[in-house]
């Protein structure tokens, strides 16, 4: 509900488009498609029974309602798509995409090995790029490892745990590229939605049109068929749309990590180290430091390492970032 309320007030029309022009879709697309063949129920009776200002209201309060459901419900949208909650056949889907996985690592080794190069040993990257780098780390979707392969890009590069850094990152990130993002997500956000909608879509004239047929003993065949099967085509479709736009919304999340090192760690009043590996070890006291900078009963850490911190901090008595500091 706050993103949505801050989507108003800001502006933010790639957001508001992608979750409210497909709930108006599903509203218009029921009240021409399937309300005139379940006139005979009473509801749809009486909405087709008032003036054309009132129906066109209740249809905007309709679309509005959807939209507004489906934004604030985008989480648990998108944890059912990448794999997160349950699913049926869920450990045969995660060990078919463990395989799939190491079919393009395996692919692409052996054309690297033939010194193949042109737009073959691209599309063999890029189905490698398709999963996270850890197979522990493979979910039994494509979304879900189009999604995860990104969400860990930071960590596995620079031990930098950008999902519990993201609001300090994203604050030091220049606006071109939160443009980019936003309108990348925007795509994936859209596809979500329009999948939802479809869904709710097929549900709602099913039970439509098995409540006709058991109440007023009018059985409409087709309206049955096609609007359960259309509906789940279409869904189908916009999820491999989804999976497609996942990849450019990586690039901007990679592009924000890359350009938003520097500025973060200066934010923090840290000193960017010269080497990677130097690098990598401030990242993840940062990482943890943020992570776990209280236990569950309020007390406050002490994992070795904790004042690794003296070693980057941006100040004329703190010792070389590249001293040696402790194992964390």
Known sequence: MVDVFKGFVSGNLAYLTAWFVPSFTGVGAFAILVLPHVLALAPFA????????????????????????????????????????????????????????KQYQNAYQIASKRDVKGYRLSLLLEGVQRFPSDIDEVLPTRMGNAIRAFETYAWHQYQMDSQSLWEPLWAVTPQQLRDEYDQARSAVDFCVAMMAVLVLFATTTVVSALTLWF?????????????????????????GL????????????????????????????????????????????????????????????DWTGADNFDSFRANPQSTSPSSQPRAI
């Open 46 to 101: 009486w909405l087709a029974s008032q003036s054309a200002t009132i129906t066109v209201a209740l249809m905007v309060g309709a679309g509005i309602l959807l939209g507004v459901v489906l934004a604030t419900s985008s989480t648990p949208l998108y944890r059912r798509l990448e794999g997160y909650s349950w699913l049926p056949f869920h450990r045969y889907l995660s060990s078919r995409m463990k395989d799939r996985q």
């Open 215 to 239: 109440v007023a003993n009018q059985a409409n065949v087709p309206l049955l068929t096609v609007g359960l099967v259309a509906p789940l085509i279409l869904a189908r479709f916009f999820y």
């Open 242 to 301: 989804a999976v497609g736009a996942c990849y450019s919304w990586g690039s901007s999340v990679k592009g924000i990590v890359e350009i938003g090192r520097s500025p973060l760690a200066g934010a923090l009043g840290l000193t960017l180290p010269p080497t990677l590996n130097d690098e990598r070890v401030m990242w993840k006291a940062v990482s943890r430091f943020v992570r776990e900078s209280r236990r569950p009963g309020g007390e406050p850490y």
